[in-house]
């Protein structure tokens, strides 16, 4: 087994954002495994795919050993895979918090504790989770406390983390994103999200796989809340 190419792994990777940040990991020369519930299976050799719940806890232990049995490594774990339900407070169902917590929340949990396991065996790894700046900059043109309290968790996560393993060359960082261009938001939406940013348009898929990269090369950067929101973290 050559284990010296490194290995990234990325959730929700089945479309959108993720299948981007999966497709420019394999460009930049990683392997890549990629879940998610609806994934295809991959004929190419050094993208290994797994179809699975990520709110389940056996599935982020699956992805995990697969990675490890497959490609013997794990350098970086993109946690991407959530779910955003603009929504007035009291009209929330509680299927849709379940919903929120289990993808948004349960998903990092589980899959991160095994990848951080693997990570610490070998001595250095990264993580990045994606969070939102409604967490640090509340709309009330975009209501969203689910989205809020969950994402808001991940944001606390990420600085805890990378404070606990920074001794151990595991660095924790998260990327704040604004409205991204990708297919969970209908066409008629488009102009109204685009107002939404002070640089008056959505971000794209690239903008996001960018500030992933830039953090997966910035080895002197942990525990950083990267805002790729076209100004909203500023101000309107």
Known sequence: MNTQRKVAVVTGA?????????NAFRHQGY??????RSIKPSDDPDYL???????????GK????????????????????????PNEFTKYTNQQYRDLLSTNLNGFFYITQHAVGAMVQQG??????????????????????????TKGGLTAATRSLAIEYASRNIRVNAVAAGMIKTPMHA????????????????GEIADVVQAILYLENA?????EILHVDGGQIAGH
């Not at 392997?31 to 998610?36: A, F, H, I, L």
């Not at 080895?219 to 525990?223: E, K, P, Q, S, V």
């Open 124 to 149: 250095s790894g990264h993580v990045v989770q994606m969070t939102t700046t409604l967490v640090e900059h509340a709309n009330s043109a975009v209501p969203s406390v689910l989205a809020s309290l």
């Open 62 to 85: 699956i992805v995990i050993e697969k990675a490890l049995s497959r490609f013997g490594r794990v350098d970086t774990l993109i946690n991407n895979a959530g779910i955003f339900i």
């Open 187 to 202: 066409p008629a939406s488009l102009v109204a999200l685009a107002s939404l940013h002070p640089v008056n348009r959505m």
């Open 49 to 59: 795919t797994v179809a699975g719940d990520i709110g389940d806890p056996a599935t």
């Open 31 to 36: 392997r890549v495994v990629g879940t998610s």
């Open 219 to 223: 080895n002197f950067i942990t525990g």
């Open 14 to 22: 089945s479309r959108g954002l993720g299948e981007g940040v999966a």
